[in-house]
């Protein structure tokens, strides 16, 4: 493997708590205090990819999500962020795969049939189906030796658990000190000749 292949990036894991009833309810059951995750390709967080609501005030449409910690459910968010190291093939690897995803959003839908699965512990695969953290894990899954379960049955506090995690920031999600400020042209993901 060329020199290249083995530099190091950075990706970031999420953890939110966006106080939402869904999010209440989910935590009655977890009694874990962040129950929401989402991916980051950059520390100003200007894009995290995930799924969840498509639209903020309907809890029942969901899917594949870009989402903006300035607005909506996030502005008032409780978080903590988590670096990870990678390596430059790893991180091509990921980003490829949620190009693809992003560029064929509407196939995918949100996985509730899997989250109540996964309370009971039933190991069910479903075809372009995902909850936030399964989404995670399988993104995630592209890297060598990070995770020790099915991303089925993967929760945001299993992701919290890894240990090649560096946390780098706690609380209020609007107080983040790397913050993407907003401009007039939209950061889009990287693409694949950009890297």
């Given at each position: 493997m060329n020199q290249d292949?083995?530099?190091?990036?950075?990706?970031?894991?999420?953890?939110?708590?966006?106080?939402?009833?869904f999010t209440k309810l989910i935590k009655f059951y977890t009694r874990k205090p962040l129950n929401h995750a989402s991916l980051s390709f950059s520390l100003e967080l200007e894009?995290?990819?995930?799924?969840?609501r498509k639209n903020p005030a309907n809890p029942f449409i969901g899917g594949f999500v870009k989402e903006n910690i300035s607005e909506g459910l996030f502005r008032n968010a409780v978080c903590?962020?988590?670096?990870?190291?990678?390596?430059?093939?790893?991180?091509?690897?990921?980003?490829?795969?949620?190009?693809?995803?992003?560029?064929?959003k509407d196939r995918y839908r949100y996985n509730l049939i899997g989250?109540?699965?996964?309370?009971?512990?039933?190991?069910?695969?479903?075809?372009?189906?995902?909850?936030?953290?399964?989404?995670?894990?399988?993104i995630l899954?592209?890297?060598?030796?990070?995770?020790?379960?099915?991303?089925?049955?993967?929760?945001?506090?299993d992701l919290r658990d890894m240990n090649n995690l560096t946390c780098i920031f706690k609380g209020e999600l609007k107080n983040y000190?790397?913050?993407?400020?907003?401009?007039?042209?939209?950061?889009?993901l990287p693409s694949r000749k950009a890297i």
């Open positions: 292949s083995n530099s190091k990036r950075q990706v970031y894991l999420i953890f939110t708590d966006t106080g939402t009833l894009n995290m990819y995930s799924f969840g903590e962020v988590y670096s990870c190291n990678v390596t430059e093939f790893e991180y091509k690897k990921m980003v490829d795969k949620v190009n693809q995803m992003e560029q064929q989250m109540v699965a996964l309370l009971f512990q039933f190991n069910i695969h479903r075809s372009n189906a995902f909850f936030c953290s399964q989404f995670v894990a399988t899954n592209e890297l060598d030796n990070k995770l020790n379960k099915s991303a089925n049955l993967c929760t945001p506090q000190p790397y913050r993407f400020e907003e401009k007039e042209n939209e950061i889009e």
